[in-house]
């Protein structure tokens, strides 16, 4: 029912939103899972984590795959069995995934004031010479900055990473709906394109290796 929507990114790469509008008992009746995946989804906490979780498999579906074809690594991270690249977020009313020829990670967050309280957590020095407390655009910058950090970090999955210290976003125009990042950890240096939209009130962010840029 409610793709939110469905967007190439680029030949080879496609962005899905679902807004979740449907109850638990709704998406769990209308979704086959694996045995795993039933334990699973009863196991969490929350009715929101199971809609989301669930509201993904819708998504899976829009893309082409089931439940059945997407695997989880040790660490938490998905993957698909036919090569291509996938990513996944749920937050609230909405959850989206990204799948591509090259790797991609997304990440969707609620905007809310209070990320401002653990802003100090998180920007790194350089993001905190440009972002402007005290200037309207402040909490939604924040929230970009945020999901730079873990989509990067969902691409790169590696245990240590710092959102503060080792990954940091150059000054973007919030306007824009792009920014460039750069990741330092142990020796390695990537640069990162990213992409960013409103979606209603959350913040949908995606990033890609630089090196990518002409293949997704
Ligand atoms: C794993 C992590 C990236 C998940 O992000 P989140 O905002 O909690 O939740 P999201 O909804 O955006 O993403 C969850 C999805 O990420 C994916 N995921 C989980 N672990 C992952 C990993 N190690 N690598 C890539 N993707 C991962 C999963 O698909 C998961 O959804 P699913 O299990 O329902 O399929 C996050 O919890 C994390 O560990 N971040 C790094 C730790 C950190 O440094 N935190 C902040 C320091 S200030």
Known sequence: MPLHLQQNIGPKTKLYVWRIEETFEDLFDEIHLTDWNVIRVHSMKSEQ???GFLSVRKLFEAAGYTDFDVTYDK??????PDGHHISISHSHGFSAIIVSDVTVGIDLELMRDKIV????KFTSEEEETYLDRNSEDYVSKLTVIWGVKEAIFKIRNEIGISFKDHITTFTFDINSGQASARLDFENVHRHFDVKFQYV???MLVYA????DANAL
């Open 49 to 51: 984590h199971q809609r």
């Open 200 to 202: 209603e009130d959350h």
């Open 75 to 80: 660490t938490g991270k998905p993957h698909l």
């Open 117 to 120: 309280r653990i802003a100090d």
């Open 208 to 211: 890609f290796e630089t090196t």
